[in-house]
T-cell receptor, first 113, second 116 residues
Framework: GENVEQHPSTLSVQEGDSAVIKCTYSDSASNYFPWYKQELGKRPQLIID?????GEKKDQRIAVTLNKTAKHFSLHITETQPEDSAVYFC????????????FGAGTRLAVHP | GAVVSQHPSRVICKSGTSVKIECRSL??????MFWYRQFPKQSLMLMAT?????????EQGVEKDKFLINHASLTLSTLTVTSAHPEDSSFYIC????????????FGPGTRLTVL
C-alpha cells in the first residue's frame, strides 16, 4: 500500500551542527519527493523538492538526496540555526488517479543555541 | 511560491452543527485541491482530493456524507463538516496543485475547528 516512513521522530542538535532526516517510500513508481517545514500552528512550507531524474539537489544550507533503487530519500541541513527548529515532513507522490502526496510522520527538530 | 488562502482560520461550534471551510488559490487556477486533517503532534492525513467540475475522491475511512466537498470553480474548493462532533476537532488544511509546476502543492494556512 501507500506508505512513507520517516526517521527520527525527534532530533536535537547544537547550533552549527548538521541534521539529517531520512524517509523511505513504498511505491516504486513515485517520482516526486517534497520536503515541508511546519512551525507550530502554521501551514507547511515547501523548502525543497526532488524529482526522480536527479539524485541530489541543493539550496544553500539544505540538500536532498534520492536513492530510487533503495526507495530512500534524505534531507540534510548544514550549519543549523535556532530558526531551523520546526517539524519537518517528507512526502512522496503516489502515481495513479490524481497523484496524491502521502506524508511521513514528521521529525521535530530542535536546534539549541 | 503560489498563494493559497483558507477561511475561516478558527471556528468554534456546538456539537451537531455544520461548518464550512473555504480554500482559494489566489494567483493560479487549480483543477485539483486536496483536503488534509492534522491532529496535534501528528502528520497530515489526506482526507480527499477535490476535482473541479466532478465529484471528490475520498480516502479510505473518510465518510463522504460527513465531509462534503465542492469544487465549484478553478479557484475555490469548500469542505463542509456536517453534524460536527467533538472528535472532529482538528486542524484542517487544504492544498492546491499549481499546474505550472508539475506536482508542486502549496498549502493554505489551515482552519482550527473546535467542536464543543
Amino acid at each position: 500500500g501507500e506508505n512513507v516512513e520517516q526517521h527520527p521522530s525527534t532530533l536535537s542538535v547544537q547550533e552549527g551542527d548538521s541534521a539529517v532526516i531520512k524517509c523511505t517510500y513504498s511505491d516504486s513508481a513515485s517520482n516526486y519527493f517534497p520536503w515541508y517545514k511546519q512551525e507550530l500552528g502554521k501551514r507547511p512550507q515547501l523548502i525543497i523538492d526532488i524529482r526522480s531524474n536527479v539524485g541530489e539537489k541543493k539550496d544553500q544550507r539544505i540538500a536532498v538526496t534520492l536513492n530510487k533503487t533503495a526507495k530512500h530519500f534524505s534531507l540534510h541541513i548544514t550549519e543549523t540555526q535556532p530558526e531551523d527548529s520546526a517539524v519537518y515532513f517528507c512526502a512522496a507522490l503516489f502515481s495513479g488517479g490524481y497523484n496524491k502526496l502521502i506524508f511521513g510522520a514528521g521529525t521535530r527538530l530542535a536546534v539549541h543555541p | 511560491g503560489a498563494v493559497v488562502s483558507q477561511h475561516p482560520s478558527r471556528v468554534i461550534c456546538k456539537s451537531g452543527t455544520s461548518v464550512k471551510i473555504e480554500c482559494r488559490s489566489l494567483d493560479f487556477q487549480a483543477t485539483t485541491m486536496f483536503w488534509y486533517r492534522q491532529f496535534p503532534k501528528q502528520s497530515l492525513m489526506l482526507m480527499a482530493t477535490s476535482n473541479e467540475g466532478s465529484k471528490a475522491t475520498y480516502e479510505q475511512g473518510v465518510e463522504k456524507d460527513k465531509f462534503l466537498i465542492n469544487h465549484a470553480s478553478l479557484t475555490l474548493s469548500t469542505l463542509t463538516v456536517t453534524s460536527a462532533h467533538p472528535e472532529d476537532s482538528s486542524f484542517y488544511i487544504c492544498s492546491a496543485r499549481d499546474p505550472g509546476l508539475t506536482n508542486t502543492q502549496y498549502f493554505g494556512p489551515g482552519t482550527r475547528l473546535t467542536v464543543l
